[in-house]
């Protein structure tokens, strides 16, 4: 009897850890929205329970360092590869060995020591209003052509979008040219820069400008029924262009995530960047989010077909996290405010 009664314990005991490990802590700067659907699949098809933690991607940052080894965090999902680096540089993240994640995600869109990987793609182009200034332009570099004078709206240099851009083209052009670029475009600019991406697109289409860089995502969401009306009729005015395409190739970007060191419940930790690189989550990171799929062979979002395939950047992007400083450097001596 002493020893079912012990059996039955250690079974009892068995399954409530078991049933205690079935969760997962995930820390995002992602939108909740856009990432609940995501979570609820990975849920019905894991029976893991997912506690999300949503934030600005610099607060979850500095909230992880300071709470330390005691963290309950288990996975960092972030916005641009320069914040995974900087993630990375931070000491948080662990590497994975992971034959799923080698397989689906290009080595361009991963960390060389796979303690990140990308999750999502996003190209950030050129978009015009005008016709005829689109056909002038082809690539990044001529948005410093003094013939484009007071016709470019784009965010501050604080946003890491633009900073990624720079420390691409740093990486391309080297450093002095691409000093000298900036300050060409900075020249440009018809407005300081104020405002997110989908503000640039409504400058645009009410004339304050006529071209605008911005993440595609943000438009196709303008043009989708998530936008509103005056949104709608905003983004139907843009036109995207697909700059570098002889050479380079359009920037491109990714959202990603990494497990921390940390964390108390690793292996599903595992699991969820796994199932957020797997034909169902990528599918609907380019239904729900406009976003390009990391992975190969994803159908697009009707929206993102309608612009046309484009030649990205081949870039590891593990490179814009490298030059990320010395693009910050650059912007502010160009005087990119």
């Given at each position: 009897?002493?020893i079912?009664?012990?059996?039955?314990?250690?079974?009892?005991?068995?399954?409530?850890?078991?049933?205690?490990?079935?969760?997962?802590?995930l820390?995002?700067?992602?939108?909740e929205a856009?990432?609940?659907?995501?979570?609820?699949?990975?849920?019905?098809?894991?029976?893991?329970?997912?506690?999300?933690?949503?934030?600005k991607?610099?607060?979850?940052?500095?909230?992880?360092k300071?709470?330390?080894?005691?963290?309950?965090?288990?996975?960092?999902?972030?916005?641009?590869?320069?914040r995974?680096?900087?993630?990375?540089?931070?000491?948080?993240?662990?590497?994975?060995?992971?034959?799923?994640?080698?397989?689906?995600?290009?080595?361009?869109?991963?960390?060389?020591?796979?303690?990140?990987?990308?999750?999502?793609?996003r190209?950030?182009?050129?978009?015009?209003?005008?016709?005829?200034?689109?056909m002038?332009?082809?690539?990044?570099?001529?948005?410093?052509?003094?013939?484009?004078?007071?016709?470019?709206?784009?965010?501050?240099?604080?946003?890491?979008?633009n900073?990624?851009?720079v420390?691409?083209?740093?990486e391309?052009n080297?450093?002095?040219?691409?000093?000298t670029?900036v300050?060409?475009?900075?020249?440009n600019?018809?407005?300081?820069?104020?405002?997110?991406?989908?503000?640039?697109?409504?400058?645009?289409?009410?004339?304050?400008?006529?071209?605008?860089?911005?993440?595609?995502?943000?438009?196709?969401?303008?043009?989708?029924?998530?936008?509103?009306?005056?949104?709608?009729?905003?983004?139907?005015?843009?036109?995207?262009i697909?700059?570098?395409?002889?050479?380079?190739?359009?920037?491109?970007n990714?959202?990603g995530?990494?497990?921390?060191?940390?964390?108390?419940?690793?292996?599903?930790?595992?699991?969820?960047?796994?199932?957020?690189?797997?034909?169902?989550?990528?599918?609907?990171?380019?239904?729900?989010n406009?976003?390009y799929?990391?992975?190969?062979?994803?159908?697009?979002?009707?929206?993102?077909k309608?612009?046309?395939?484009?030649?990205?950047?081949?870039?590891?992007?593990?490179?814009?996290?490298?030059?990320?400083?010395?693009?910050v450097?650059?912007?502010?001596?160009a005087?990119?405010?």
């Amino acid at each position: 009897m002493k020893i079912a009664l012990t059996l039955i314990t250690a079974i009892f005991l068995g399954a409530c850890q078991q049933h205690a490990d079935e969760e997962v802590n995930l820390y995002s700067a992602r939108n909740e929205a856009l990432m609940k659907p995501l979570l609820d699949a990975f849920s019905q098809e894991t029976g893991i329970k997912v506690n999300l933690i949503s934030s600005k991607a610099d607060a979850l940052l500095t909230r992880i360092k300071s709470e330390g080894n005691n963290s309950p965090a288990d996975v960092l999902l972030t916005t641009d590869a320069g914040r995974l680096h900087r993630a990375k540089l931070a000491g948080i993240f662990t590497a994975i060995n992971s034959a799923t994640l080698d397989k689906a995600i290009p080595s361009q869109y991963r960390d060389p020591q796979n303690q990140w990987f990308g999750l999502s793609v996003r190209a950030r182009p050129i978009m015009s209003t005008q016709a005829a200034t689109q056909m002038a332009i082809t690539r990044y570099e001529d948005l410093a052509d003094p013939l484009l004078a007071k016709q470019i709206c784009i965010r501050s240099s604080g946003n890491i979008y633009n900073q990624s851009l720079v420390a691409a083209a740093i990486e391309a052009n080297g450093e002095a040219s691409t000093e000298t670029w900036v300050k060409g475009l900075v020249a440009n600019f018809a407005r300081s820069p104020q405002g997110g991406d989908r503000d640039q697109i409504r400058a645009a289409a009410a004339g304050q400008c006529s071209i605008v860089v911005a993440n595609t995502y943000y438009l196709a969401n303008m043009l989708s029924n998530k936008g509103n009306a005056d949104d709608l009729q905003a983004g139907s005015k843009m036109t995207v262009i697909w700059p570098n395409q002889e050479d380079r190739g359009t920037h491109v970007n990714v959202s990603g995530a990494g497990v921390l060191k940390t964390a108390p419940n690793k292996n599903n930790a595992i699991k969820l960047i796994e199932f957020l690189a797997s034909d169902t989550a990528q599918k609907l990171y380019a239904e729900v989010n406009f976003e390009y799929p990391v992975k190969v062979g994803i159908e697009l979002h009707p929206i993102l077909k309608s612009w046309g395939t484009f030649k990205a950047d081949p870039l590891p992007l593990s490179k814009l996290g490298e030059n990320n400083a010395d693009a910050v450097k650059l912007m502010d001596r160009a005087g990119w405010k």
